[in-house]
């Protein structure tokens, strides 16, 4: 069992950034995949970064490329999502998820994910 827990979040103007962190416990993270997401309110929950399980490899919303950043530190058990340039529909509580999986694909849909937290409310004002 991995339990996750995300920090990080808050309200800030568009232009903006905000940067997240994810605490996993139980496990170690290294050997798991893990990604962010986020969901508004009225909508699905939508990918928005991943690497694999060694970190050595990220995969990208086309909607943040560019502007987010995932990172993770092994040693520590915590993963990274910085957030720059941030836009209004950006908000949406994000939530951090881990995946068993050790190949080289990166998952990017919520059903390949098993673990998860409980999620950050980000806000962006125009």
């Known amino acids: 069992q991995v339990q996750l827990v995300e920090s990080g979040g808050g309200l800030v103007q568009a232009g903006g950034s905000l940067s997240l962190s994810c605490a996993a416990s139980g496990r170690r993270f290294v050997g798991y995949a893990m990604a962010w997401f986020r969901q508004a309110p009225g909508k699905e929950r939508e990918f928005v970064a991943a690497d694999n399980w060694s970190g050595g490899a990220t995969r990208y919303a086309d909607s943040v490329k560019g502007r987010f950043a995932i990172s993770r530190d092994n040693a520590n058990n915590t993963g990274y999502l910085q957030m720059n340039t941030l836009k209004p529909e950006d908000s949406a509580v994000y939530y951090c998820?881990?995946?068993?999986?050790?190949?080289?694909?990166?998952?990017?849909?919520?059903?390949?994910?098993?673990?998860w937290g409980q999620g950050t409310q980000v806000t962006v004002s125009s």
């Open positions: 998820a881990a995946s068993p999986y050790g190949g080289p694909h990166i998952p990017s849909t919520p059903s390949e994910y098993t673990y």
